[in-house]
């Protein structure tokens, strides 16, 4: 049987079929708190519920799913998962400087783009990509 974070947050939002009633206890075992708190933190309408489980995060994994199981309206629920976005140029001019990300940051800033357009010129070894 597989434990997926999909099972958990589809039973919490939509399907409301309860996942930890079941004979099986590895449904309470494989069950992530933090993940499902931050999965839910992504609504309006689930955000404060989300606070309030990260607050009363010392609860077992059993309590916090029954709250939110039992206090989340019926609703479909779906987001794509929140990545850092990754900065264009951004590698070209740490190789270049030898600066770190924070660094690099900062001068990406003030580099105009004939100056990254000549800094990945100077970068560019030649071959097949």
Same mark, same amino acid.
């Given at each position: 049987? $597989? ?5 958990y ?5 939509? $399907?409301? !079929?309860y996942?930890?009633d079941?004979?099986d206890p ?11 708190? &931050? ?6 309408d689930?955000?404060m ?7 009363n995060?010392?609860?077992p $994994?059993k ?9 989340? %309206?019926?609703?479909?629920?779906? $987001?794509p998962?929140?990545? &850092? !976005? ?12 030898g600066?770190?990300?924070e660094?690099?940051?900062q001068?990406l800033?003030?580099?105009t783009? !004939?100056q990254?357009?000549?800094i990945k ?6 071959? &097949? %990509?």
């Amino acid at each position: 049987m $597989s434990y997926e974070l999909k099972d958990y947050l589809n039973s919490i939002n939509f $399907s409301k !079929e309860y996942l930890m009633d079941e004979q099986d206890p590895q449904w309470e075992k494989k069950y992530a708190p933090f993940i499902i708190n &931050k999965c839910m933190s992504g609504f309006v309408d689930t955000i404060m519920f989300a606070n309030e489980m990260n607050l009363n995060h010392q609860l077992p $994994s059993k309590l916090q799913y029954d709250f939110l199981i039992n206090i989340v %309206r019926k609703r479909k629920r779906f $987001s794509p998962w929140l990545k &850092k !976005e990754k900065i264009q140029d951004l590698d070209a001019v740490k190789s270049y400087y030898g600066y770190s990300n924070e660094k690099a940051q900062q001068s990406l800033k003030i580099l105009t783009k !004939e100056q990254i357009a000549f800094i990945k010129q100077k970068l560019d070894v030649g071959g &097949k %990509r």
